[in-house]
Every structure is written in C-alpha cells, then in structure tokens.
C-alpha cells in the first residue's frame, strides 16, 4: 500500500493551511518589528525573517508525501542560518525575551516537517538549532548551559507535537485501509451491477428476438411455412451466444439474407477474453459483411481468435477459401487468400 499522506488528510495543502501560513507570518512579522531587538536592526536578521515566512510558505504546498529531499534541506539550512544570525546579535547574558523570536518559528517549521512524513529530520533540525546555541553562548560567556536553556523547552515542544504526528500518521493509515477496502467494495458491487444490467439486457434482446416466435409455437401455430424464419431466429440466437462480439453493425443482417439463400454460416468468438475495442471490430465486421455478400453457394465459417498472438478474423468456406483480417492492423485492410 502506498504510504499516507498525513498532511492531506490534516489539510495541511488547502485552504486551512494557508490561513494558518497567513496567520504564521503576521505573527512573526510583528514580533520580529516590533520586539525583534538588535539583531532585526542587521541585514543578516532581516534576510533570516524573510527566509523564514518562505519556507513557512513552501512547507503548506501540495508537495508529494514524503516531503521532497532538496525541501527539506533548504528547511533545515533556514534553521541553521536564522539561529546564527539572530542569536550572534543577541546578549549573551539573561533572557532575550521576544528577541529570540526564531527559536519558536524555527520549531513550527521542523514541526510542519514531522507532519508531512520528515519527523526525524525535523528533529535533526532542532537539535541543530540546540547546538549551534550552546556553542554561541559557550563561545561568549563559557557557560554552554545557557544555551541548552534558551533551547531544551523547543525541543521539548517539537518532540511531543512530533510523536502526536507519528500516532496520526498510523492512525491515518488505518483510515486509509479502510477508504481502499471499501473503496473495492463498492466497485464490486457495482461491477456485479452491471453484469447483472448487461445479463437483463440480453435477456430482453433475446425475449425480443425469439418471443413472437416462441408464442407463436406455443399457441400451435408452428406452421411448415413459418420453418425457415424460425430456422433464421434459430441460427440468429446461436450467434448472440457463440459469435457476440461480431454480431453486430451490419453483419446480422447481411447473415440473415445469405442464410435465407440456404448459405450456411457459422460466427464463432473463440478468443476466451474480454472483446477488442468496437473501433477495432467495426472495419472487420464490415469486411466479414462484403464478403458473405458475394456468397452463392455453400457454407463458411467466422472466427474470431488469434493467430501468432494477435486477433484477427477469419473467414473460412466450405471449398477451401480462407481469408484473414487483422484488427492490430486494420487500417491497412490486410488479406490473404490460401
């Protein structure tokens, strides 16, 4: 079974999600204007913060699932880019506040990650985000315990929204099963549908054909005269049994007006398979048609079978004629006589 897509079944590519992008960036957006501090003062933050709300953007389009390779890269390279810049612009001591506004953004977007099938590289992401801010505040004041302490509450964050995306992902693909189940369900029944559509309508084409003929005999009237229209409803039926696919277009008729010169005719379709398309019959049934026509005498034969494994329609006389058409061919009509 072909994996789940979690984020379509949550709605992360519709409409929601881009209310949720739209009100993703109005909120950082504000929050980096109006309390972004010293480092929305530098080009590196501002290029973080744009950065930022495209990636939030790219992550709510309808990607396949897993998310693709070179998304998740770009993802992660915004995360690593957006801690440093902000983070080195930063005081080294004390709470920054809604300074560090990017330890929460850059946790949504590891958590988008996890959501559309990335878990494990979202949490490559935030350990990432951890450990470039040890080393910042290890680096400034020695103290690296700061740093886990500005970042363990995201990562604390992202792991439990992100096992939450793991239970939906099998919970997702349980209701998946259950679509696909009964998804076959319904299209057996309606294949049972038409089968027993297609069975009423041939039986109905039969009442039509041999019904008056039928009563007829039963109320006794079975007269020497009426022998060969019944010998023709008789021949007639055999072929909607034994030659169906061929029995169509204006080969019934041209068969029922050899067969009413006392011409012998059998129509047979041996292919034992699902018949070819009517625009691949249509040109040989016609073919079948001319030739019965210049019939006179005698009895023939048409089949459809396959010959050196493709279809093809034969017609074969009682002295010996035997001519081919093939339906992989039939544009060019191809005959031969033996």
């Known amino acids: 079974m072909a994996r789940v897509d979690i984020g379509r079944l949550l709605g992360l590519t ?13 909120t ?14 530098t080009l590196e933050g501002k290029v973080a913060l744009a950065l930022i709300l495209v990636t939030a953007i790219l992550l709510v389009l309808p990607w396949r699932y897993p998310l693709p390779g070179p998304l998740v890269g770009w993802a992660l390279g915004v995360v690593g880019f957006s801690t440093v810049a902000i983070c080195w612009h930063l005081s080294p001591s004390g709470w920054p506040g809604w300074s560090s506004w990017n330890f929460g953004a850059d946790t949504f977007l590891m958590f988008m990650l996890a959501l559309r099938g990335r878990f494990w590289w979202g949490a490559i992401g935030l350990v990432l985000m951890s450990l470039l801010t040890i ?10 315990w700061h740093g886990f302490d500005l970042t363990y509450r995201q990562l604390a964050t992202y792991f439990a929204g992100g096992f939450f995306a793991l239970w939906l992902r099998r919970t997702a693909r349980q209701i998946a099963e259950f ?14 549908d038409s089968t027993a559509d297609e069975r009423r309508r041939q039986l109905e084409r ?19 005269a009426l022998r060969p229209e019944h010998g023709l409803l008789e021949a007639e039926l055999r072929d909607q049994i034994r030659g169906r696919s061929l029995a169509a277009g204006p080969l019934p008729a041209a068969l029922r007006e050899a067969r009413s010169r006392g011409i012998e005719i059998a129509l047979l379709d041996d292919l034992r398979e699902e018949p070819p398309p009517v625009e691949l019959l249509e040109p040989a049934i016609a073919w079948a048609a001319t030739l ?30 035997t001519e081919t058409f093939s339906l992989s061919n039939a544009a060019h009509q191809p005959l031969r006589a033996s």
């Open 179 to 192: 679509q696909e189940t009964e998804q076959r369900r319904i299209a057996a029944e309606q294949a049972r």
């Open 135 to 144: 080393h910042w505040t290890l680096t400034t004041t020695g103290d690296w």
């Open 28 to 41: 950082y957006l504000t929050l980096a204007a109006w309390a972004g501090g010293p480092p929305m003062q």
């Open 292 to 321: 019965i026509a210049k019939l006179r005498a005698g009895s023939a034969t048409i089949r459809l079978a396959r010959a050196d494994g493709e279809p093809v329609v034969t017609f074969a006389t009682a002295d010996g004629l």
């Open 206 to 224: 039969v009442r039509l054909l041999a019904g008056p003929a039928l009563a007829q005999i039963a109320d006794g009237g079975g007269s020497v």
């Open 14 to 26: 519709g409409p929601g999600a881009w209310v949720l992008a739209g009100l993703y960036c109005v």
